[in-house]
């Protein structure tokens, strides 16, 4: 998280699903419901930028970089208006300007800026409303731009190997919470993302802690389950499918002795 969004955001609001304010502007995090925009967020916040080694591109404002290289054939300027105005509740209009007459027009020439009811938002103030809108909903610039075409595609297959989606997840944690569809679908993606974890975990945990207790099983290489109350830090995008250099130097200790 940038200093200046450190300054403004405020975690609490997401625990209880409020809007996070940025220029006098409140930024609503997306429901469960939202289908439209969660999949308009993935599209137009959760684009990785940086791995694209080309200079031209590294030096564009995230903004230009939605507008001039992603915009193919997709409404990039409509579906931007759209989701931000489902999230600010107000008018949204996207203006460009010439900073710079020349012969040719470049990319470096011209500006762009939001304008959200009566706010302001330049080019590098978007910057700020992105992390606003990954952070609510459970993303975060570095798990975005940690985006790496090689890991992506392993990560891809282990997702491929598994037939438990989304749909099934909700049904799943209907019945465990004893909630109704209509009910889940108001919680915001942020607090259901949590709260899949918890009582996945908490499942497991009264499923194995008595085995492991009495010792009908045992964890390898001397795990442990989760306990009931434990804390979900932030996670890298290939933490499942990579281990840490400690975990790896022990479990290949024997076979280098040998």
Same mark, same amino acid.
């Given at each position: ?87 600010? !509740?107000?008018?949204?209009? /996207? #203006?460009?300007?010439? *900073?710079?007459?020349? @012969? +040719?027009?470049?990319?470096?020439? &011209? ?42 595609? !392993?990560?891809?297959?282990? /997702? #491929?190997?598994?037939? *438990?989606?989304?749909? @099934? +997840?909700?049904?799943?944690?209907? &019945? ?83």
């Amino acid at each position: 998280m940038n200093d200046t969004i450190k300054t403004i955001y405020d975690p609490i609001n997401d625990l209880w699903g409020n809007p996070q304010t940025y220029k006098n502007i409140d930024f609503h995090p997306l429901k469960v419901k939202d289908i439209k925009y969660k999949t308009l967020f993935y599209k137009l916040f959760a684009q990785p930028k940086n791995y694209i080694r080309e200079k031209k591109i590294l030096k564009l404002s995230y903004l230009k970089f939605l507008f001039y290289v992603l915009d193919r054939d997709s409404n990039v300027d409509g579906e931007l208006k759209d989701f931000l105005s489902h999230i600010t !509740k107000k008018e949204v209009k /996207i #203006e460009t300007r010439l *900073i710079k007459l020349t @012969d +040719e027009i470049v990319l470096e020439n &011209i500006a762009l800026r939001i304008l959200i009811g009566d706010a302001e938002f330049l080019e590098d103030e978007f910057e700020n409303i992105r992390e606003i809108v990954l952070e609510q909903n459970g993303l975060t610039i570095e798990y975005v731009e940690g985006y790496l075409p090689d890991l992506e595609e !392993k990560l891809g297959r282990t /997702i #491929e190997n598994t037939e *438990i989606d989304y749909i @099934d +997840e909700l049904f799943t944690f209907s &019945i465990l919470m004893k909630k109704s569809m209509e009910e889940i679908g108001e919680y915001t993606v942020f607090q259901l993302n949590n709260m899949l974890e918890r009582v996945f975990v908490l499942k497991q945990h009264d499923i194995y802690q008595p085995l492991l207790a009495t010792g009908q099983i045992t964890m390898k290489n001397g795990g442990s389950i989760k306990p009931y109350l434990y804390h979900i830090g932030k996670r890298g995008r290939y933490d499942s499918i990579l281990i840490s250099r400690d975990k790896f130097a022990s479990d290949t200790k024997e076979f280098f002795k040998s």
